[in-house]
């Protein structure tokens, strides 16, 4: 256990349904982010949030809706998703700011298939 | 643009070698740098880092070499165990304060 945990593990879903990722930290961390992990791809960013506020969207669409109610807690909305969706979704925390980076704490993932 | 690239997308040992594995990054302004263990099913985890006023840094069983003058980072793992079979990644903080994460080595150690 990381202090940065993630459910559910696995979520195979159909391309019309609404579904949602959960993230939950215990490290006392200001700052929050989703990733993507596909096969053979490095690790793509997704969102950031900082002090709970959305600070970096890399233009993913809008089928992946984000949503921090606090500095402890993370979601990712899924609706309408395609199978090039499936993935691993990977949730990380740090303490910021920048330029004291100490390095991302990750969880263990969602992995995600979409049929 | 920015990015971290790896060498070897695969890498085997035999238990007991010592393994190597190589990064090469673009940005020149990166002051930091991290390399992460993923085991299958799990998210990556934190091995050793170092900052860039460094050339080596040593932790147990594991070091990183930086050489700025290539951009060029290297995790050695010292006596590989099975246990160390898993992908690793290097990844830069970048000027702008985020990390930059590399495509990954996987790491296959032989009894």
């Known amino acids: 256990e990381t202090g940065v945990t993630q459910t559910p593990r696995h979520l195979v879903m159909g391309m019309t349904n609404k579904k949602s990722l959960k993230c939950e930290q215990h490290l006392g961390h200001n700052a929050m982010y989703w990733y993507k992990q596909s096969a053979k791809k490095p690790l793509e960013l997704m969102f950031v949030y900082s002090l709970e506020e959305r600070v970096e969207n890399n233009s993913v669409p809008s089928r992946f809706s984000p949503e921090c109610p606090n500095s402890s807690h993370l979601f990712l909305h899924l609706h309408t998703l395609q199978p090039e969706d499936s993935a691993l979704y990977l949730c990380?925390?740090?303490?910021?700011?920048?330029?004291?980076?100490?390095?991302?704490?990750f969880g263990s993932g969602t992995r995600l298939t979409v049929v | 643009g920015e990015s971290v690239g790896l060498h070897l997308p695969t890498l085997s040992v035999q238990e007991g070698d010592n393994s190597i594995i190589n990064c090469a990054y673009s940005n020149s302004a990166s002051d930091y740098f991290i390399w992460y263990k993923q085991e299958s099913g799990k998210g990556p985890q934190f091995i050793i880092d170092?900052?860039?006023?460094?050339d080596k840094r040593q932790g147990q069983r594991v070091t990183v070499l930086l050489n700025k003058t290539v951009k060029h980072l290297s995790l050695q793992i010292a006596a590989t165990q099975p246990g160390d079979s898993a992908v690793y990644f290097c990844a830069e903080n970048i000027p702008a304060g985020k990390l930059i994460f590399g495509q990954g080595t996987e790491l296959s150690v032989k009894p």
């Open positions: 990380a925390s740090s303490q910021e700011p920048a330029g004291t980076v100490s390095g991302y704490t």
């Open positions: 170092i900052r860039s006023n460094m």
